[in-house]
């Protein structure tokens, strides 16, 4: 552990290393990021894998399209096989409702640049052999969408963050900070392996973001949720090709996973908290999503599964920006599902707030404080 760091990141999932990998790129030498656990280990190696630009928020649309560009290039930069597939996203719509602000929000989408479309059942059918249209009354399609492996990009992020100088040290617990007021106006981070003084640091600590932000005296409504997945075994005569598949009235989502099927459904009993168990209470609603919109998938065993934790605000938006204060507090967290698909473009974000440069997109109404003034605005477009 060295004794100071001009930056130092809390948490090193796919957040904290993309903006470790962003900072060290843009010339940032002394980069110190810290992580409880290994690299990853925490919300980021339990998802699902998603990425999308299909949101009802254009500031989520922008942050999905960019991510979605950088994705595409990440064997380029910064170098390493993510195993993207770009099957596209299907959202199934069964209420009247549902058809109406998807209407609205792929008019949205297609302002921003993102090629989704409205599409009939049938047509939604042909994309997604394994399903049943029954009930459908229309879905929402991208192309451009898709799936990709999260634990290969914490890795390229990591491998090249530490190229450019970045340090990166695991097994390592925040365990409190003191922000100095005065002429040095720095932060010291203690931890459970000694001390560190930093003039910045930045949350990037996901699901435990609340309780970072409160040792540095910021509000960070961020709340735990328990979310899980389970992966098929083999589907007999399932197609080669599998989109992302919403059924957005139940929350059913599966996509292809190897030689199966990978799927989760959330669940509104599900209390706050960090439990990581693995439970069955939520097996009968998801057995009665998938008898309605994909009986086929009955057919298949289960192979493995695996919870992970949301990290949900009020609103569903994210938390990005910089805190009051002394010395300088940045955070981005609470994305509420989003976090691995955004991670790419707002390393590039919190980049460009840390260098005092104007971000490409406008993020002002992502900061915590919008709680304070009674102005949030709700992602819709969750699952």
């Not at 059942?121 to 991208?142: D, F, K, Q």
């Not at 009993?269 to 439970?279: H, I, M, N, W």
């Amino acid at each position: 552990m060295p004794a100071t760091a001009e930056v130092v990141i809390i948490g090193g999932g796919v957040m904290g290393t993309s903006i470790a990998f962003h900072l060290a790129e843009a010339g940032i030498r002394d980069v110190l990021l810290l992580e409880r656990d290994a690299l990853g280990s925490g919300s980021t190696s339990k998802a699902a894998g998603g990425v999308r630009g299909q949101f009802s928020d254009a500031v989520n649309i922008q942050l999905g399209a960019r991510s979605l560009e950088l994705f595409r290039d990440f064997g380029n930069r910064p170098g390493q096989e993510i195993d993207l597939h770009l099957e596209g996203y299907l959202f199934l719509l069964s209420r009247e409702e549902d058809v109406a602000a998807f209407e609205r929000n792929v008019a949205v989408q297609n302002e921003l640049g993102v090629p989704s479309r409205m599409v009939s059942a049938a047509e939604a059918g042909r994309l997604s052999p394994l399903i049943s249209t029954a009930g459908v009354l229309a879905a929402a399609y991208s192309p451009d969408d898709g799936y990709c492996s999260p634990e290969s990009v914490v890795l390229g992020y990591a491998t090249a963050a530490r190229r450019l100088g970045a340090r990166l040290v695991t097994g390592c617990r925040v365990t409190g900070m003191e922000r100095a007021v005065g002429a040095s106006d720095v932060t010291t981070v203690l931890t459970d392996r000694g001390q560190v003084t930093a003039q910045t640091v930045i949350c990037a600590a996901g699901a435990w973001s609340a309780a970072v932000g409160a040792m540095a005296g910021v509000d960070l409504p961020v709340q735990p949720y328990r979310r899980q997945i389970l992966v098929t075994g083999p589907v007999p005569d399932a197609p080669s090709r599998i989109p992302m598949t919403i059924d957005f009235s139940t929350s059913f989502y599966f996509h292809g996973e190897g030689n199966g099927v990978l799927l989760g459904m959330s669940d509104p009993d599900e209390p706050v908290g960090f439990d990581l168990a693995r439970t069955d209470a939520w097996l009968p609603r998801l057995s009665e999503a998938m008898s309605v919109r994909a009986p086929r998938l009955l057919e298949a065993g289960i192979a493995t599964g695996w919870a992970g934790l949301y990290e949900v605000t009020p609103d569903h938006n994210a938390l990005i920006g910089e805190a009051p204060g002394p010395g300088r507090f940045l955070y981005a967290t609470g994305f509420s599902g989003h976090g691995f698909l955004q991670g790419p473009a707002v390393g590039e974000v919190v980049r460009d707030l840390y260098l005092g440069r104007r971000p490409f997109v406008d993020i002002s109404a992502l900061s915590s404080e919008r709680f304070l003034h009674g102005a949030p605005r709700k992602e819709l477009n969750c699952v």
